[in-house]
């Protein structure tokens, strides 16, 4: 059985060098490791090559989507049956993988995540989730309410087949949203494995309220050079997957009123224009 471990990294020399790390620490063996450097400018170029027993393929910046994309197709092309992904601020539980391997199935389980926790608060989680405490799943083996791509996620070659590669154009936020519907959209049911742990950084991205003096509506802030491959990301996913029409514009009304309401015209600008152009198909910047 052929296993690939991708690890996608930019800039994160001495988090990447962590991640390698507790892949060597494994008690599963007999997997290789593909790191994709998306033109790293601080050593990590001259690490990884001076490392033994890795795989590497530089390219330039193609965002964490243009990184899991390459290395999903290398798995495929050279003929994996499971590629394992991850960034490469993530670190894996010694027996991940083993717990992981010890439910994966290509016909009954072939998409499986791990859970996901605060690498500094271990008895949180990392993202949302629809429980608030990693121990309210205690008793539980599979979770199949959520997953949190891509940070120990196993993947079997036939679902590749089916579904074809992530999808490279979406660079940063939302590619692992738009794998997730993709898989739901071809029948698969992508499934956490609570005993298989991952350890990630607390989730980014923060919460704006679209009203200053009201909780109830909030809207993810992104910072402004990069929230433009957020907001046309958002608007693909709601034209592709979107099940109501309701979606889009309340996504649209919040996040105008959001910005306009602390004088960010610039911003609101940008989230109609680059919002339209995800709705559009259109991923030029």
């Known amino acids: 059985m052929k296993i690939l471990a991708v690890i996608v990294t930019y800039n994160r020399r001495n988090d990447l060098r962590h991640c390698i790390s507790s892949l060597r620490k494994q008690t599963f063996r007999g997997f290789d490791i593909l790191v994709v450097n998306n033109g790293s400018t601080d050593g990590t170029k001259e690490y990884i090559d001076n490392e033994q027993g890795l795989i590497v393929i530089h390219q330039e910046n193609l965002g964490g989507a243009g990184g899991f994309h390459v290395g999903e197709k290398y798995a495929y092309d050279n003929g994996y ?8 601020d993530g670190i894996a539980d010694s027996k991940q993988l083993e717990t992981l391997m010890k439910y994966a199935s290509e016909d009954q ?7 996901v926790l605060n690498k500094d608060k271990p008895d949180e989680l990392s993202f949302y989730a629809p429980v608030k405490r990693a121990d309210e799943l205690k008793e539980k083996e599979l979770a199949f309410e959520f997953v949190h791509p891509f940070n120990g996620t196993l993947i079997h070659r036939s679902v590749i087949e089916k579904v074809g590669f992530i999808k490279k154009e979406m660079f940063i936020w939302g590619d692992e949203m738009e794998y997730m519907e993709r ?14 742990i991952h ?4 989730e980014k991205g923060k919460m704006m309220k679209v009203f200053p003096f009201c ?22 996913l709601h034209q592709t997957y979107g099940q109501h ?4 514009t309340t996504f649209v009304c919040q996040n105008l009123i959001a910005q306009l309401i602390r004088g ?5 600008t940008k989230m109609l224009k680059y919002y339209l152009k995800g709705r559009r198909n259109d991923f030029s910047l």
Not at 245 to 248: A, K, L, P, Q
Request: glycine share 6%; no cysteine; hydrophobic share 35%.
């Open 81 to 88: 049956e499971w590629v394992w992904l991850m960034d490469d």
């Open 109 to 115: 389980r072939p998409v499986l995540n791990a859970l």
């Open 183 to 196: 898989l739901r959209v071809n029948g698969y049911t992508p499934i956490t494995v609570v005993g298989a």
């Open 199 to 202: 350890y990630h950084p607390k």
């Open 215 to 236: 909780d109830k509506y909030q809207v993810m802030n992104k910072t402004a050079k990069l929230s433009k491959y957020y907001y046309r990301n958002m608007g693909y």
């Open 245 to 248: 029409w309701y979606t889009g």
């Open 264 to 268: 960010r015209l610039r911003e609101a």
